[in-house]
């Protein structure tokens, strides 16, 4: 598949999530198949005024690639000059972000706001296309509200703007993550323009990925939810993208081996003390649905050193093999 000049090796991607989708999780989810990740929505005036922890999030590693820098803002000069500035950093594409639903966004006119005026985003696009010779994307949503269903309208403009590909998650901004995702507003779209599609939205199962491909005629999914403990499933859906049906699941041993590294790669990024904070809500995701898991996740969300995450989940390991002695069906669940 290709955006503009980018050529990604499959379809699945990771959406960009702020406080998520950091460096050390974008690697996980490279190592588990992800075709494209994203960076953590920026803001585009932060950064334009040289904001260090703004500047920060824009920060990669090329065992990253291909990856994306995603903006938000609500000026057309301004989100240019934010456009140079990311240009300078050479990631493979730019994605300008209309739907996100955060208060704190839209309350000044950015993420899901400037779906309310097409005329700001037909200029906010052509700032930002003809600020960089990188791709640029766009994501969007329906619309503000269901009297507003706005994203065919959008995604036409988009394509005459230049843009190389648009993602659609088929909620509005009032639903926010409530109710059930519109898919057939994606396939809508698909049908009214050229350029490749990326669905999003209540991708949690393989099964879920292969079923928005079939129903959608979408080019490309993007797994954001649904990835939270479970990078797994980027890997999954593209096996069954490619006929293959036996899939394999992890074991509670491999998310625990997988959650600890994933935390040593953050702790090295940012340090013991913020490290842990900021891996906390990957415990639970880690931990969803394992035998005593609530009690496990009450001591791991306390606990303030890395050899101390270790300790309690090899204590809890092998508590589990000596239960499992007892009860061999145990030894062999998966989550």
């Keep these: 598949m290709k955006l503009n000049r980018l050529e990604v090796s499959n379809r699945v991607f990771l959406a960009p999530l702020s406080g998520i989708t950091d460096s050390a999780f974008r690697l996980v989810a490279k190592e588990h198949g992800a075709g494209l990740v994203y960076t953590e929505m920026i803001s585009a005036e932060g ?16 065992d990253e690639r291909p990856i994306g820098v995603q903006l938000f803002g609500s000026q057309p000069e301004v989100l240019a000059d934010a456009v140079q500035i990311v240009t300078q950093r050479q990631p493979d594409l730019i994605d300008l972000n209309f739907g996100c639903p955060s208060r704190k966004v839209v309350r000044k006119n950015g993420g899901a706001a400037v779906l309310k005026d097409l005329t700001l985003m037909e200029g906010m696009v052509r700032a930002a296309v003809g600020a960089t010779d990188l791709p640029v994307t766009v994501k969007i949503r329906s619309g503000w509200d269901q009297t507003s269903i706005v994203a065919s309208e959008a995604a036409i403009l988009c394509e005459a703007l230049g843009v190389a590909g648009i993602t659609i998650h088929p909620r509005t901004r009032q639903q926010v993550f409530s109710g059930r995702a519109n898919w057939e507003l994606i396939g809508m779209v698909k049908e009214r323009v050229e350029i490749p599609v990326i669905g999003n939205g209540d991708v949690r199962t393989p099964q879920d990925g292969l ?3 079939a129903e959608t005629g979408c080019d490309a999914a993007m797994i954001g939810r649904g990835a939270l403990g479970n990078p797994w499933i980027f890997s999954q859906i593209v096996a069954l993208l490619e006929g293959k049906d036996d899939l394999t699941f992890p074991s509670v041993n491999q998310r625990i081996d997988l959650c600890l590294r994933h935390t040593r790669q953050l702790l090295a990024i940012k340090g013991d003390f913020t490290g842990l904070r900021q891996m906390r809500k990957h415990f639970g995701w880690y931990t969803k649905g394992f035998p005593g898991g609530a009690q496990l996740r009450r001591t791991l969300v306390r606990l303030e050193r890395l050899q101390d995450v270790e300790s309690v989940f090899q204590n809890y390991q092998r508590e589990r093999a000596s239960y499992s002695q007892k009860f061999p069906q145990v030894a062999e669940r998966t989550i």
Excluded: I, S
């Design 211 to 213: 079923r928005m491909f």
């Design 47 to 62: 950064l334009v005024r040289g904001g260090a922890k703004t500047r920060r999030l824009m920060e990669f590693g090329d």
